[in-house]
């Protein structure tokens, strides 16, 4: 038998340090070639790292959060043969497999929820059952009273006496099944004392940095304006009536990637990377938009490259693709790099107005609130039309604030009067 070292490999693009996120297996666990170790994260991306050999694992050169550099032993497998470390090589200190990222929590009090959760079966299982109101249940006068002085509708108890007949027996297990409900709900506003300590790393911590580098290096102001999408709302019901079948369906996105398009050819100077340390601007003529994803490890920016030259159903097609690869965490590096503006919506829980942090070294980024209902005046009438919000922002450094105003309202005008998307 013989020991195979794995070291964390040169990733690419300049990168000296990843961090480790994830380990998918243990010490004493047996490998296969190409099954996935590890997941390690770099400054874009999740990265897999898969297993060249069969054998068994005998050490584990990091913890989930552990910054390692390339070129650092990951992890040492014992396999049929020599190996690629020499006999008298030591293999690196064996770890305990450490708990995945998205598992890690210290749960220091945890009884207040499970005594709430015990009596619940009582309920189901008690003395209680349901007579009709004029039904008169069988118990003896002796019975009676004693309900009476307690308090209890005797057709509510199940009588577990000769053909249903209410006992002393029933009404006690009835005051109790009661003492048991009212603990249960009593329990929902029990004192608690649990606690729970999330590490911050892989995905999370990336995030955090970026949020935190965009905001104190940039010099953010938000732009909000409220934009009629009643047309464009129409249109996009009529063309998935008509070609959702044979061409997918088309959501708004689409719609608002192309008005960016459209847009930013009078507004060159927000299509553009802001390279602070260099004071260079580079703006671009290609529109990669990135599409702010939520996916289970945290927010992802996957790219929508050259959607100046995609048609809408393209640009739909495409948007679908690198959101379902975000989410499933299969989004390679590329694809998540290189945009010149963001677009980022909740959807229906996308609210009133919101602030959205900046994407550096992009200087403008575009959120898309929800689309709601409301009476409006329209030619001195007052009618209901689909209003939407998109809240903006800058970076002050760079664009203007009548340019930033002024780039809203023609993304406005293309989406209220969307046949002025598709004229040239």
């Not at 061409?247 to 708004?252: S, V």
């Amino acid at each position: 038998m013989g020991t195979h070292v794995i070291k964390m490999p040169d990733i690419g693009e300049g990168i000296a340090e990843v961090e480790l996120s994830v380990w998918h297996v243990k010490v004493g666990d047996m490998v296969v070639e190409d099954q996935v170790l590890a997941d390690v994260m770099t400054d874009k991306a999740m990265v897999d790292i898969p297993s060249p050999v069969h054998g068994k694992v005998i050490a584990l050169g990091g913890e989930p959060g552990e910054v390692m550099a390339v070129g650092s032993i990951l992890i040492s497998i014992e396999v049929e043969g020599a190996g690629n470390v020499k006999e008298s090589a030591q293999p690196a200190p064996v770890k305990e497999a450490p708990v995945a990222a998205s598992k890690v929590a210290a749960v220091v009090e945890s009884k207040p929820v499970a005594a709430a959760a015990a009596p619940r079966a009582a309920v189901c299982q008690g003395p209680m059952v349901a007579r009709e109101a004029n039904e008169r249940p069988l118990a003896s006068p002796a019975v009676r009273k004693h309900a009476l002085d307690l308090g209890i509708q005797l057709r509510l108890v199940r009588g577990s006496g000769p053909a249903g007949r209410v006992l002393h027996e029933d009404l006690d297990a009835y005051l109790a099944q009661g003492q048991s409900i009212a603990s249960t709900v009593s329990s929902a506003y029990a004192q608690r004392n649990d606690e729970e300590q999330i590490p911050v790393i892989g995905m999370r911590r990336k995030i955090a940095q970026r949020m935190q580098d965009a905001t104190q290096r940039a010099a953010h102001f938000s732009y909000v304006e409220e934009i009629d999408v009643t047309a464009v709302e129409e249109l996009r019901a009529h063309l998935n009536e008509k070609h959702g079948a044979t061409r997918g369906k088309l959501t708004l996105l689409p719609f608002l990637v192309r008005a960016l398009v459209v847009a930013l050819r009078d507004f060159p100077q927000i299509n553009a990377r802001y390279d602070d340390e260099a004071q260079v601007i580079t703006r671009l003529g290609a529109v990669h938009v990135g599409i702010a994803t939520q996916a289970d490890i945290g927010l992802m920016v996957p790219v929508v490259r050259h959607a100046e030259a995609r048609s809408l159903w393209d640009n739909a097609s495409e948007i679908s693709r690198l959101a379902t690869a975000a989410r499933n965490g299969k989004a390679s590096r590329d694809e998540l790099s290189g945009s010149s503006i963001t677009l980022t919506s909740l959807g229906a829980l996308g609210g009133i107005v919101s602030t959205p942090v900046l994407n550096l070294p992009e200087v403008a980024i575009v959120g898309v609130n929800k689309i709601v209902e409301r009476p409006m005046v329209v030619k001195g009438q007052i009618v209901i039309r689909k209003m939407m919000n998109l809240s903006s922002s800058f970076d002050h450094r760079v664009v203007d604030g009548m340019d930033a105003a002024q780039f809203i309202q023609a993304v406005r005008g293309l989406l209220e009067q969307p046949a002025t998307l598709f004229v040239e």
